[in-house]
């Protein structure tokens, strides 16, 4: 190799280290930040995916009751947010997915108002507030007006029993929020397509800054009884920057009670509340 083609790789070399020195100092001051120095993550957020159909890669298709509605229920097509493309379903949790994914629409828990669990609460097309304090964070979601407290460095403490939303313990690994979730319910699903877990299920969800306006998330799922190996999605979340911006009221139970009580109704008796 030449001395002027040595000098040239040595450059390049240089160039980059230093680019990758500008980026990470520029990112340093772009990121919001406590009185602690760790990120502040405070703020609403929402995802841009259409992972709420189906974590993994798909095709567009007809959606529930298409004489009825159309394209109005349609599904887009995804490239999905499974790292490398496909869960790793054992043969048992395989058929319960397919079994899942042929009454979709019915046995959808969120189609009954139950709180969607972690990580499906990331990927709804809903916002979320993160409120961030240094002992705990809350994450206050619009969806069934589900919420989770985050213990940060308190591994002391454990869930008792298990939640719909589970139980979130964290730490910081940089300014990575490191957040182990344990505990949840096992009647939670990842999207509309059937994809589910089982009462095993443990979350590993990593929220790491990449400017002020943007999170990087990511969720581990290791659950034995139901996939082969542990398996992640990721994808971005984007803070709402409107002045004006907040969380509106979504209490989807009214909005379910004629689906789960509508046969009980009395002939003649109206939908819902009457006017006064």
Known sequence: MSIQIKKKFMTSGLISLAAAVVSS???AQEVPRTPSGKPDLSGIWQSMTTAHFNVEPHAAMEGPHPDVMGALSAIPGSLGVVEGGKIP???QGLRQRDSNRMDAINKDPLTKCYMPGVPR???LPFPFQIVQSQDVILIAYEFAEANRIVYVDQPEIESQVDAWMGHSNAHWEGDTLVVRVSGQMPDTWFDRAGNHHSWEMVVEERYTPMGA???????TITDPNTFTAPWTISFPLYRHVDED????EFKCAEFSEEYLYGKYRKPGTPKGNPQE
């Open 25 to 27: 100092a520029v990112l």
């Open 89 to 91: 379903y054992n043969e």
């Open 121 to 123: 609460a990331n990927a």
């Open 213 to 219: 306006n943007h999170i990087d998330y990511s969720a």
């Open 245 to 248: 911006m907040q969380l509106l």
